[in-house]
């Protein structure tokens, strides 16, 4: 370990004095904690450039004085308890006096904008969490991922000390490029893939590329948080148009210039609807009349239960207008941050060279193994079973809600990770919902609280709640429920 100073050779004050004092002053700022292993006499000067000696006295006299001690045989080490005239109680309050001048001429900070509610924290959790888009942890496919780990560690050589190509390992970007074929319908090339760290960052570089005050961004309404408080950190001014049981509404974009218009197509967020092929095509028209790029983010669309999902927007695509988003967050799990781009050609250029000054790429370990995992069929194999698993605890919910509750009025059952649940008349609205069967140890989710972006007063908001099926076993969504009708029902009797 260095120590960050350097002492000033020929100064009036003694090489030993200055070193005393500076590790002294590290120690008190709490730079060097207790505990903290110092440098060996030998190594602290060298970087000193002094004599070792010089190094041994300084150490001796911290060591007197109670700011360092050592261990034999062990090393030397920042005392647990520091000297009582070491606590400094008269000088500390000038210096916070200080410091807190100081921040007040700091420069005003200049962004604006809020984060969206996807991380839970650990006090914050309860024992059944109808969580949204939270892949299953025990379909993890741990064993096959630790072989893939040791064999790309095995095979890194200079990978793993060396910068890789921003865009993403190249190995990655083809296994994504020959999955989107099948999978969406997309015809695509690696050149146009680009790795991100989810559809988050994918969303700040879009961002970055087209949006400043006054940007004109067209959304769904309700739609994805994360988009939408992204967009209007960079000052856009957003455009919400409604969505129906067929997506959004198409008839109702606006006809003046857009810049652009986010969408999730396939599984709208949070309603749960798919875009009708129709209106497909029409928005497809509509982005080549007003100049717009489309944002497609495919979230969850790994996802269809029933039949097979309609060609992705970038697949339907003939004028070359459509930015796809793509993630495995879902899939795999949001830990990797790996998601991926799929790039009109005029953009690659400029959406890489954002995506290099931003973090100069991924990681290459991860990225290797999934495209180790994508390449030999594993992720594949992956897929398959856990739509299984999910199809079957989506209907576990279904069935567990009209068990307790009849006939409920339930949308997004086509695909995704989760369903939305409108309350009838008589309940109580989604908040109060979502407060009282907390209290019964159960997560729900208003819209809102399930990281949707909803205009003030509307009526979806009050009455839907979301629930994720994907990661509880079916024995916790059948208690779930029975916890969540117990409570309504002590509510409707007039319980607290």
Not at 149 to 175: C, F, H, I, M
Not at 480 to 486: D, T
């Amino acid at each position: 370990m260095q120590l960050p100073f350097n002492v000033e050779h020929g100064a009036a004050q003694s090489l030993q004095d200055q070193i005393f004092h500076r590790v002294r002053r590290l120690i008190l700022d709490g730079q060097l904690k207790p505990g903290t292993s110092m440098p060996a006499t030998r190594e602290l000067s060298r970087q000193l450039e002094v004599s070792r000696n010089t190094v041994l006295l300084a150490y001796d006299r911290l060591i007197a004085e109670g700011y360092l001690e050592t261990e034999p045989a062990v090393g030397t080490f920042v005392s647990a308890h520091l000297p009582e005239d070491s606590l400094m109680l008269t000088e500390r309050p000038a210096r916070a006096i200080d410091r807190h001048d100081r921040a007040l001429r700091h420069r005003t900070i200049l962004f604006h904008g809020q984060p969206h509610g996807v991380y839970t924290p650990p006090g914050q959790r309860v024992s059944i969490d109808f969580k949204v888009g939270r892949p299953d942890p025990n379909s993890f496919p741990a064993r096959l991922w630790q072989r893939l780990l040791v064999k790309k560690l095995e095979e890194a050589g200079k990978n793993l000390t060396e910068y890789s190509d921003p865009a993403g390992l190249w190995e990655l970007r083809q296994a994504i490029a020959e999955h989107l074929g099948p999978a969406r319908g997309i015809a695509t090339t690696p050149e146009q893939v680009l790795v991100v760290a989810g559809c988050q960052e994918a969303l700040d570089i879009v961002a970055r590329l087209f949006v400043t005050k006054g940007t004109q961004v067209v959304t769904e309404c309700p739609c994805y948080q994360g988009a939408a408080f992204l967009f209007e950190s960079y000052g856009a001014d957003l455009y919400p148009i409604p969505v129906d049981n067929q997506g959004i509404q198409v008839d109702r974009l606006p006809d003046s210039p857009v810049t652009l218009a986010y969408l999730t197509p396939s599984h709208q967020y949070p309603m749960g609807a798919t875009l009708s092929l129709e209106r497909r095509l029409r928005l497809l028209e509509w982005a080549a009349g007003t100049g717009a790029y489309l944002i497609e983010d495919d979230y969850d669309s790994d996802f269809r239960h029933h039949g097979s999902p309609l060609t992705a927007l970038k697949g339907l695509d003939r004028y070359d207008s459509v930015i796809y988003l793509g993630t495995f967050s879902k899939s795999i799990g949001a830990s990797l941050r790996l998601g991926y781009m799929v790039l009109p050609r005029p953009l690659v250029k400029p959406a890489t060279d954002v995506k290099t000054l931003l973090n100069n790429g991924q990681p290459w370990l991860e990225q290797a193994v999934v495209a180790e995992f994508m390449s030999g069929g594993g992720f594949g194999n992956h897929l398959r079973r856990i739509r299984r698993v999910y199809l079957l605890r989506r209907d576990c919910l279904v069935s567990a809600l009209r068990r307790h509750f009849g006939e409920v009025r339930i949308s997004g059952l086509e695909g995704g990770m989760h369903i939305v649940w409108h309350l009838p008349a008589g309940f109580p609205p989604a908040a109060e919902v979502e407060r009282r069967v907390r209290d019964a140890g159960v997560a729900v989710y208003t819209l809102p609280g399930g990281a949707a972006y909803c205009q003030p007063g509307e009526a979806a908001v009050r009455r839907s709640i979301m629930l994720g099926y994907s990661s509880l076993a079916e024995s916790e969504i059948k208690e779930g429920v029975a916890r969540i009708a117990a409570v309504l029902e002590n509510a409707a009797a007039g319980g607290t």
